[in-house]
């Protein structure tokens, strides 16, 4: 049998993959919001799913003890508890421009938008004083590194140091994390 689970596990992966593969702060923020987010749904899912089953009520109270006692898991818990009710602020960043001209480096600037260089990378100031005023992600030709660190990340999972706290290493030790106490389930059943 193959826990529902599974297809939560599947989109937390996707969304982490597309936290890799993000061009920008602003797409990598989205798509953090989305791993967190369906991260959180797997254990929801897994409960939901099994909640008449003797076995896994015995075996997820010791898995809930587990994760009440993980830093990582509680850390996540709250993100997205913040995430869904406050917005997406707990990041940090620091951008380092090793080579930019913005006259010519710029991609598709649009019209009349002022050009943004500071912590959270590069951006456009677009329709500035009107009600359409935003500010939107710029591509460039530069060189421009933005880390990008979660605040009060925690320092240890299961006994285990996290060593960087950027949000894609933290974001692949909890994916690795729900993936094995959903496959640590599914051979539970199937042992049956």
Not at 106 to 118: H, T, V
Request: glycine residues 4%; charged residues 25%; proline residues 4%.
């Amino acid at each position: 049998m193959i826990p529902k689970a599974k297809k939560n596990l599947h989109e937390c992966e996707y969304h982490l993959q597309k936290m890799v593969d993000s061009r920008n702060v602003e797409e990598l923020e989205i798509n953090f919001a989305a791993f967190v987010n369906s991260a959180r749904n797997i254990t929801f899912v897994l409960q939901k799913e099994f909640t008449d089953n003797s076995i896994f009520t015995e075996w997820y109270k010791v898995k809930r003890i587990e994760m009440d006692g993980d830093p990582l898991c509680k850390f996540f818990k709250i993100l997205r508890n913040n995430i869904v009710k406050e917005g997406i602020n707990n990041l940090n960043f620091n951008t380092r421009v090793k080579s930019l001209n913005t006259a010519t480096d710029m991609i598709d600037k649009p019209p009349n938008s002022d050009i943004l260089i500071g912590h959270r990378g590069i951006s456009y100031l677009i329709n500035k004083g009107t009600p359409q005023e935003d500010i939107i992600p710029a591509s460039s030709k530069g060189q421009i590194l933005t880390e990008v660190f979660v605040e009060n990340a925690p320092k240890y999972h299961l006994d285990q140091e996290i060593k960087e706290n950027n949000i894609i290493n933290i974001s692949n030790i909890y994916y690795s994390y729900l993936k094995k106490i959903v496959e640590e389930f599914t051979g539970i059943i199937n042992k049956k």
